[in-house]
C-alpha cells in the first residue's frame, strides 16, 4: 500500500475543543472488552491460526509512532488495515497501541525535541541482551503535540474506511521505554548482568530538566488525546509495578532520591482513575498463577477503573522449557496456566492478553479462560440521529448541536501550550 501524504497542519485539534469534551454518562461508558486477547511481539508475527482461533476474542495491535508516520506529513497505515481486515475475517476485535519512546520518529528530534540515550536491560519476557534506546523528553510540547496529530490522523483514517468500529480498546502510550508500558529509562547507577551493561539514566535526565510533574502534565495531556481522538472506545493504561522503578528517581528538585519519594507512577494511575473513571482499564503485564499482583491494581479497582493483564511470557517460557527438559509431549500439564487464570479472575480481571506460544501450546486452558472470562463484548452499537444520520458515538445528547458537530470534525486545530 503506498505511503498517504497528509497535511500536519490539517490534522490539528484544538485544545479548547479537546478540554471541552464532556465526560461519559454512566449509561454512556463504553464496554469494557472481555475474553482473550492475543498479543504478539510485532503486528506482522501474529499467525493466522490465532485468528481463528474460537477461543480468542481479539488481537492486540501493538505498533509505534516510527511505523506509522515515517516523516512528518507521511503516514504508513497498511500494517493497521492489515491486522484489522484479517482480525474482521476471523471475527475478531482490535485493541490498538501506539508506542513512542524508542519507537519515536528521528525526525521528531531533527526539530528540536530533546532525547535521551542508553543502554537498559530488559525486565521479563525472556529476553537476553541489553537494548540500546533513545526517547523523548515527553513534556516537550512538540512532541505532544506530534502525537496527538498522529492520533487524530489514525482515527481519521479507520473511520474512512469503515475500520472504527472494529477498535475494542485504545491504549493510552507516549510515555515510553521500549514497549507500550508506561515507563522511562530508569536505571540509577550503571548495572551489569548476563544481559550486558545498563547506562547509569539519572544524569541525561537531569540535564535535560526532568522533573516529575512534567511527566504527570505531559500525562494528561497525552490522555486527553486518546480519549479526544476515540471519544468512544474504553482505555487501557498498561503498567509495571513501582518496585520496578517505573521512572528516574529524580524529585522536584532535579536530585537523586529513592523512588517511594516520588512514586509517579501510582500519582499518574490515581490521576487517571480520576480523568476516565470506569472508562479506563489498568493492564499489569506479568501476570502468573504463583504471585500476587501488585497493590497498585487492586487500588486501581477500588477506586473505579476496570483491570486487564498480560501473561507474564517469561514464566511461561521457563515452563515449556521444563516441560521439554522432562520431555513431556504435548498436551502439556495446563495447571499453572489454569492457575494464572484464576489468579486474575481473582482479581477483577475484564480481559487477559495471553502470546500464540500460550494459546497454542495449551488449548483446554484456553477453553477454561473461555468459560471464565467470556466472549469480546466491545463498544456499543452507533447510534444514529434521526435527520442527519451522523453517528453521536456516546456522547451526552444534551450537548448543543453545534458543540457536537465541533467533536467530531477531524480539521480542527489541537494545540498544547508552552
Known sequence: MPLKQIPVCSLRLSLCVLLGL??????????????????????????????????????????????????????????????????????????????????TPPWLFRQ??????????????????????VVPAVWDPRFRQGYAN???????????????????????????????????????????????TATDMVPP????????????AAFEDLARAHAAAFPDKPLGLAVITPEWHAFPPINEEGRLCDLKEVDTTRRIVRRAVEMFGA??????????GDREPPKIVDEARRLGARIAYQENIGATRTLLFQYKERKLAAPYPDAPI????????KHGMAFLELFPLTINSFPEAMNYAKESLGGATTTRPVRRRRRTGVPVHGLRSSLPARRRRATRRVRVEFRFAG
Not at 117 to 123: H, M, Q
Not at 124 to 132: F, L, N, T, W
Not at 152 to 178: F, P, Q, S, V, W
Open 279 to 288: 472508562r479506563l482499564e489498568v493492564q499489569w503485564n506479568a501476570l502468573t
Open 338 to 345: 489454569r492457575a494464572m487464570i484464576d489468579m486474575g479472575t
Open 112 to 133: 528540536g525535541v530533546p532525547r535521551v540515550a542508553g543502554t537498559i536491560l530488559p525486565v521479563g519476557g525472556g529476553k537476553e541482551h541489553a537494548v540500546e534506546v
Open 22 to 103: 464532556p465526560k461519559l454518562a454512566r449509561s454512556d461508558e463504553p464496554v469494557m472488552p472481555r475474553g482473550i486477547f492475543a498479543v504478539a511481539s510485532y503486528v506482522t508475527d501474529m499467525p493466522e491460526e490465532i485468528m481463528r482461533h474460537p477461543a480468542v476474542a481479539g488481537v492486540f495491535l501493538r505498533t509505534s509512532w516510527a511505523k506509522l508516520q515515517p516523516g512528518p506529513d507521511t503516514y504508513d497505515w497498511s500494517s493497521v488495515d492489515d491486522v484489522i481486515d484479517r482480525a474482521r475475517v476471523g471475527n475478531k476485535r482490535v485493541s490498538i497501541g501506539v508506542s513512542a519512546g524508542n519507537f
Open 150 to 196: 498522529l492520533l487524530i490522523a489514525l482515527a481519521a483514517h479507520l473511520r474512512t474506511t469503515d475500520r472504527y468500529e472494529m477498535i475494542a480498546l485504545i491504549k493510552i502510550c507516549g510515555i515510553n521505554e521500549n514497549s507500550a508500558e508506561m515507563r522511562l529509562p530508569h536505571q540509577a547507577g550503571a548495572k551489569t548482568n548476563t544481559a550486558g
Open 205 to 216: 535526565w537531569q540535564a535535560v530538566g526532568y522533573r516529575p510533574s512534567l511527566v504527570i
